[in-house]
């Protein structure tokens, strides 16, 4: 029997997921897309994700900025974000609750247009880990207290996107 299931792709969430710098490989998907008229209506993100998520959001579903970011990084290195070296200066010379110090992090979630982002027609949920209890946290752009202070956003995205 050949039953066809059509499927409606103008109603569709999608997921951006973690993978350090391979995310940026997220940028083709948004591309893809575009360029087949599909519109995500919610997305949901998880680690290094949610900066693209954010992005992608904040952006109404345009991904050249997305793009432009990706491209940096890359001409950046790595390190720029995750400065290895720094792994051993942190642990010889004073004790941290992370590996990495977050100020490369804090530059790409800066990024995002966190008024654009909580006001998008394309709603956004952070996932996060709580470390202590090792559970999940959701954080949804479409919770109220974020209407008011939109910036404070960029703390479950940077919370999604760190290393522990």
Not at 21 to 26: G, K, L, N, S, V
Not at 106 to 112: A, E, F, N, V
Not at 138 to 144: G, I, R, Y
Request: with cysteine; glycine share 10%.
């Amino acid at each position: 029997m050949d039953t066809q299931y059509p499927l409606d792709l103008q109603n569709i969430g999608g997921i951006w997921d973690g993978g350090g710098f391979a995310t940026a490989y997220q940028v083709g998907y948004a591309k893809a897309l575009n360029a087949f008229g599909i519109r995500l209506l919610c997305s949901e993100s998880l680690s290094a994700g949610g900066l693209n998520g954010g992005m992608y959001s904040a952006m109404e579903g345009r991904y050249e900025s997305m793009e432009e970011e990706w491209l940096r990084v890359e001409s950046m290195g790595p390190s720029a974000v995750f400065p290895i070296w720094q792994i051993f200066a942190r642990g010889w010379h004073r004790r941290s609750n992370s590996l990495f110090p977050d100020t490369g992090l804090r530059k790409l979630t800066g990024l995002i247009n966190y008024p654009a982002l909580i006001n998008s027609s394309i709603p956004l949920i952070a996932v996060t880990q709580n470390e202590r209890t090792l559970t999940q946290c959701l954080f949804s752009t479409k919770d109220p207290r974020y209407k008011n202070n939109p910036e404070s956003f960029e703390l479950p995205l940077r919370a999604s996107a760190s290393l522990p």
